[in-house]
């Protein structure tokens, strides 16, 4: 049974950084993408991040530079270290699993077999 959990969500002030963690199980992360996602109120949920073995990472243009995905298989966790962050980045902060890789649309929610409870993140002052 796949299961997702992710931590590490609170309140931040503009400019300040947070990491978000991602503890898999039921999966092999050599085995299978993990992607991150967000969604703030009335919007479409939207594809941040995305790490697997086959192909590499991916980011959205919006967080490029300033988050970055990373993982620990032997943990089976996969982090998200968010700096500089904005207003606009306050979300519930979702993560995703498939087999095999992130592919070319990884940032499509529809790609995504499994997912997370969500954990809230607000940027604030």
């Known amino acids: 049974q796949v299961q997702l959990v992710e931590s590490g969500g609170g309140l931040v002030q503009p400019g300040g950084s947070l990491r978000l963690s991602c503890a898999a199980s039921g999966v092999t992360l050599d085995d299978y993408a993990i992607g991150w996602f967000r969604q703030a109120p009335g919007k479409e949920r939207e594809g941040i991040s995305c790490i697997s073995s086959s192909d590499g990472t991916y980011y959205a243009d919006s967080v490029k530079g300033r988050f970055t995905i990373s993982r620990d298989t032997a943990k089976s966790t996969t982090y998200l270290q968010m700096n500089s962050l904005k207003p606009e980045d306050t979300a519930v902060y979702y993560c995703?699993?498939?087999?095999?890789?992130?592919?070319?649309?990884?940032?499509?929610?529809?790609?995504?077999?499994?997912w997370g409870q969500g954990t809230q993140v607000t940027v604030s002052s």
């Open positions: 995703a699993t498939v087999w095999a890789i992130c592919g070319s649309l990884w940032y499509v929610r529809g790609s995504w077999g499994y």
